[in-house]
């Protein structure tokens, strides 16, 4: 008689971003404890006070042990936690270098690693999409937390027969948006960069992109003025294999590219190292059942972008990682099974 056992894995050492600090946790904590699991959770040294604060909300309905947050920088802290022999597995959601670091430290002791990394999410817009619905949605998902979310639709593909008209509908919705410090109304849509080096990193994107001849249809620099502010920006004849079109910019950037044919949209939409997300605008069914079908991405939106449900599961391919958020998908990452076998016969 064979019995199938799924079982805590033990120590579970888990690294969160600093995007969206509050929501990221939860995200790992949950699935970690319900699979009977304990952890160490290192939140990003730029915005740890949600988690810390997340942790002493729930201090008396945990037994001591089970939910533990340390504080420091990714390469002395989180490198410990991938490293350690007693942590039996690291999960960390972050760039795709920390992913890199993460999986070396943890080879030694053969830990299981979960990544939830980077993305590139390419906009695949063909001649039938409903164009206005398309850019009014890139609006928020392309410029959502100020760009600073790894499933942005930040790589526009249109076709090219209805390219200008994308675009002038774009860069109208764009230059609609109100930028401004969070605190200061409800009408505020973009913040500023979460810090100095941040910022530095976007606009000299931006700063490459210009000298290289690309387009720039609105924005495309700094705010003059105190704090990190990148104007909103979308840049246009972005050549095949350009930097920024290829480059996980992580800030208030749009490219824009054209194709002519579905087969040169698929295999330059998938031409990047990353495969987090992406979307299909059309209004064939037939279309958007294959197209959606072929990308190398963990998640395809068709005639939307951005939209998260927790009933599915969140993750990539190639670059952006490996494992699974979310539902019963993060609870098999963090559990293992075991097969027992028991000789019955007398």
């Known amino acids: 008689m064979s019995v199938i056992l799924r079982e805590p894995i033990g120590v579970i050492g888990v690294v969160t971003p600093w995007n969206y600090p509050l929501l990221m946790a939860p995200w790992k904590i ?5 699979a009977g699991d304990t952890l160490v959770i290192k939140p990003s040294e730029q915005t740890p006070l949600t988690t810390l604060e997340f942790a002493e909300l729930v201090a008396d309905l945990l037994p001591a042990g089970v939910l533990n947050v ?3 920088y990714g390469f002395v ?6 490293e350690h022999p007693d942590v039996s597995m690291i999960a960390l959601t972050g760039s795709v270098a920390a992913g890199r670091a ?4 943890a080879a030694d002791t053969l830990k299981r690693v979960h990544l939830e990394l980077g993305g590139k999410a390419p906009v695949v817009i063909f001649p039938d999409a409903d164009l206005a619905a398309a850019a009014s ?3 928020v998902a392309g410029f959502w937390n100020s760009g600073q979310e790894c499933g942005a639709a ?11 008209q994308f675009v002038e509908q774009l860069v109208g919705e764009v230059q609609a948006l109100v930028v401004g410090e969070p605190a200061s109304g409800e009408d505020v849509e973009v913040g500023p960069m979460v810090s100095k080096a941040h910022f530095d990193r976007v606009t000299g994107y931006l700063e490459r992109a210009k000298k290289e001849g690309i387009g720039v249809a ?3 620099g700094a705010i003059d003025g105190p704090g990190y502010f990148v104007a909103p920006t979308v840049l246009v004849d972005v050549p ?3 930097e920024v079109a290829r480059e996980e910019i992580f800030g208030p950037v749009v490219t824009v590219e054209t194709f002519t044919d579905e087969e040169e949209a698929v295999r330059r939409a998938t031409d990047v190292p990353l495969g987090l997300s992406a979307s299909v605008w059309t209004e064939k069914a037939r279309r958007s059942h294959d197209i959606a079908a072929s990308p190398d991405f963990g998640t395809v939106w068709v005639n939307s972008h951005l939209v998260l449900a927790r009933e599915v599961p969140w993750g990539g391919f190639k670059g952006s990682g490996y494992g699974r958020d979310l539902l019963i998908h993060a609870l098999d990452d963090f559990s293992r099974t075991k097969h027992v076998m028991h000789n019955h016969g007398r």
């Open 70 to 72: 340390v504080n420091g």
């Open 102 to 105: 993460v999986a070396r430290a």
């Open 137 to 139: 949605s890139l609006r």
């Open 77 to 82: 802290v989180g490198a410990r936690l991938a």
């Open 154 to 164: 930040c790589r526009v593909l249109v076709h090219e027969s209805v390219a200008e």
């Open 240 to 242: 095949e294999g350009a």
């Open 30 to 34: 949950a699935p970690i404890l319900a």
């Open 218 to 220: 609105t924005g495309g």
